[in-house]
């Protein structure tokens, strides 16, 4: 089983809809969670750390299932200019090193 | 976030030169690593770069194939040895900033081998 799965994408949406991401994990140690956007032939950038609470910024809303190891990420109202992959990234204690998903590519079309 | 830097931002190598990437952070952090994100595929840690120790290597990675410096805070190097068209990569350094928890990538480094 890989450590970080996520949906495979691309997922294709007309502006304005509602589109979500899942993303699973294995390691049950694990203990932060990030969802990072990378634009085509450019750097990841963090989006939204994800927080056992649920954590919202603006149309993007986070949510974590530790029972479940499971995170997603909700953009509503999507925009052209979220087109992007989007990565889920996962964290064990302390400064240990960043796993990475695959990631899940979404187009926002006219 | 911190400002972080990379150079050469590209390059087109020939098969068995090496290439030294560096890259430059703008204030001082605590963990610097390099990963690889090759053509349609995440991103790979290949090691941790230790102030004035050698780097931490992930299974697949070794010193020889990509030795690695950081003489100081703000500043390491990459280097891709004896390469190979398989080399062919994005190389990105990636930092955590001092009393952070959150981890920043520079822009990368473009790598061609023919």
């Known amino acids: 089983r890989k450590e970080v799965e996520q949906d495979p994408g691309p997922f294709n949406v007309p502006e304005g809809a509602t589109v979500a991401f899942n993303c699973t994990y294995s390691?049950?140690?694990?203990?932060?969670f990030f969802w990072y956007r990378q634009d085509c032939r450019k750097e990841p950038k963090l989006l939204m750390s994800?927080?056992?609470s649920g954590n919202e910024d603006g149309r993007f809303t986070a949510q974590l299932n530790r029972a479940s190891q499971y995170i997603s990420l909700l953009i509503r109202d999507s925009k052209l200019s979220d087109s992007a992959t989007y990565l889920c990234?996962?964290?064990?204690?302390?400064?240990?090193?960043?796993?990475f998903g695959k990631g899940t590519m979404l187009l926002v079309s006219p | 976030s911190a400002v972080i830097s990379q150079k050469p931002s590209r390059d087109i190598c020939q098969r068995g030169t090496s290439l030294t990437i560096q890259c430059q952070v703008d204030?001082?952090?605590?963990?610097m690593f390099w990963y690889r994100q090759q053509p349609g595929q995440s991103l790979t840690l290949i090691a941790t770069?230790?102030?004035?120790?050698?780097?931490?290597?992930e299974s697949g990675f070794v010193i020889d194939k990509f030795p690695i410096s950081r003489p100081n805070l703000t500043f390491s190097t990459l280097t891709v040895s004896n390469m190979s068209p398989e080399d062919s990569s994005i190389y990105l350094c990636?930092?955590?900033?001092?009393?952070?928890?959150?981890?920043?990538f520079g822009p990368g480094t473009r790598l061609t081998v023919l």
């Open positions: 994800v927080y056992s």
């Open positions: 990234v996962v964290r064990g204690s302390g400064y240990s090193t960043l796993t």
């Open positions: 390691n049950s140690a694990s203990q932060s």
């Open positions: 990636s930092v955590v900033r001092v009393g952070a928890d959150t981890q920043y």
């Open positions: 204030s001082q952090v605590t963990m």
């Open positions: 770069a230790n102030q004035g120790s050698e780097a931490t290597y």
